[in-house]
């Protein structure tokens, strides 16, 4: 079974700081995915990556960042956390033109 | 542009009644398509895909799905559900690339 695991389940931190959200999945997938889900909006991809180092903007990139140094590996970095960046953050991946496999998501808060 | 819809936010359902969510999408390429299940707290769990072939798609916990060209849509169906399929359910579609464009979401209530 493909396991994606992230950092944390829930994180509360305040505006202003620096936010790192780790996420590692274990089947070698070339495609790693970060997207944020709020109510009524469905998913949103922020950021994905194809490949080691090779990264992509989504549909909402403004005020995040990422990182994939290893293939397992894909971190999503908000730079300076604001109140309007609380939500759920969804890490997933894939094969090329396959499904996604997601992991139990992030639940942050920023006060 | 490419777009999901899911026609209903909300499905209430009485336990052992037949279910049905509707998702339309906006393409005239081939396309290939989800549905996603999301319990309380958790990740989204794939229920069924459809990629090429039958375009009856048997899926997880009783689920089926049908893929209609025609009207590009890819209703899912559940012919009696349990007070356990209480969850949101995401359509999602792979359009011309390898990144998946969701739909908003069904809510799923299944009472006693």
């Known amino acids: 079974d493909v396991k994606v695991t992230q950092s944390s389940r829930y994180l509360v931190k305040r505006t202003g700081e620096k936010v790192f959200l780790e996420c590692v999945q274990d089947?070698?997938?070339?495609?790693m995915f970060w997207y944020r889900q709020d109510p009524g909006l469905g998913l949103r991809l922020i950021y994905f990556s194809y490949d080691v180092k090779m990264k992509e903007k989504g549909d909402i990139p403004e005020g995040y960042s990422v990182s994939r140094e290893k293939k397992e590996r894909f971190s999503l970095i908000l730079e300076s956390a604001s109140t309007n960046q609380t939500s759920m953050y969804l890490c997933?991946?894939?094969?090329?033109?396959?499904?996604?496999?997601f992991g139990p998501g992030t639940r942050l808060t920023v006060t | 542009a490419q777009s999901v819809t899911q026609l209903d936010s909300q499905v209430p359902v009485f336990e052992e009644a037949p279910v049905e969510l509707r998702c339309n999408y906006s393409?005239?390429?081939?396309?290939?398509l989800f549905w996603y299940v999301q319990y309380p707290n958790q990740g989204l769990q794939l229920l069924l895909k459809?990629?090429?072939?039958?375009?009856l798609v048997k899926g997880i916990n009783g689920f089926e799905a049908e893929f209609n060209k025609s009207q590009t849509s890819f209703h899912l169906r559940k012919p009696s559900v349990h007070i356990s399929d209480t969850a949101e359910y995401f359509c999602a579609v792979i359009f011309n690339d390898y990144k998946l464009s969701f739909g908003a979401g069904t809510t799923v209530t299944v009472r006693a």
């Open positions: 393409s005239s390429v081939s396309v290939y």
């Open positions: 459809y990629l090429s072939g039958s375009t």
């Open positions: 089947m070698d997938h070339e495609n």
């Open positions: 997933a991946s894939s094969l090329p033109v396959l499904e996604q496999y």
